[in-house]
Every structure is written in structure tokens, then in C-alpha cells.
Nanobody, 121 residues
């Protein structure tokens, strides 16, 4: 069993900052890429940022400059720092990890339950 748990979401005023965290736990052999997605009602879930085992990062165009993804591989954690928050950043943010389970033959994606972020004055 593998579990991803996000935290750090909440209500924040425009221009503020948040740091989202995600911890992966359970029967994990290794974790490849860790990602953050977000979703708003009626829209598809979209990739915000990703980070590889080697620390290489990629960002959606909408996230460049204000979002910073990082990870602590020793703790199986990934973070998303969001600065200068805008109302359009309001969404549920999901953690995703491409990981291999103990005894598993190949990497597969796992998802957290999401943490809501609301940007409003």
C-alpha cells in the first residue's frame, strides 16, 4: 500500500505565498518523478511542475517565475512554493509520484487526495 498526503493549502490573499508539501509513504521501493497538478471545477487536471530524481525540474508556462518545486528524496517528500499568488491560482492541488512499489515490476503513478488553495481578498 502506498499513500501520498498533501498539506499546506488554504485561504490566502492575492500577492501572498504558500508552501505545499506532499509525503509519500508505504511499500515504496523507489520514486522517479514527483509532480504537482492542479484542477478547477469543470476543467481537466493540469501539470504545474515536476521534478526528477536528479533534481531536474519542469514547469507549466503559467507556473514559471512564481512556482518552485523541490524534493527531499530521503524523506520521500516534494514541495511546491507558490509566490505572488493570484486568484487564478485557486484550485485543488494534487501530488503525483511515479514510483515502484516493493515487489512491483515497474514504476506507476500514484496520487494524493489533493489540498485546496483559495486565493481571495
Amino acid at each position: 500500500q502506498v499513500q501520498l498526503v498533501e498539506s499546506g493549502g488554504g485561504l490566502v490573499q492575492p500577492g501572498g505565498s504558500l508552501r505545499l508539501s506532499c509525503t509519500a509513504s508505504g511499500s515504496i521501493f523507489s520514486i522517479n518523478t514527483m509532480n504537482w497538478y492542479r484542477q478547477t471545477p469543470g476543467k481537466q487536471r493540469e501539470l504545474v511542475a515536476g521534478i526528477t530524481q536528479d533534481g531536474n525540474t519542469n514547469y507549466a508556462d503559467s507556473a514559471k517565475g512564481r512556482f518552485t518545486i523541490s524534493r527531499d528524496s530521503a524523506k520521500n517528500m516534494v514541495y511546491l512554493q507558490i509566490d505572488s499568488l493570484k486568484p487564478e491560482d485557486t484550485a485543488v492541488y494534487f501530488c503525483n509520484a511515479v514510483l515502484t512499489r516493493i515487489g512491483g515490476p515497474y514504476p506507476r503513478p500514484s496520487w494524493g487526495q489533493g489540498t485546496p488553495v483559495t486565493v481571495s481578498s
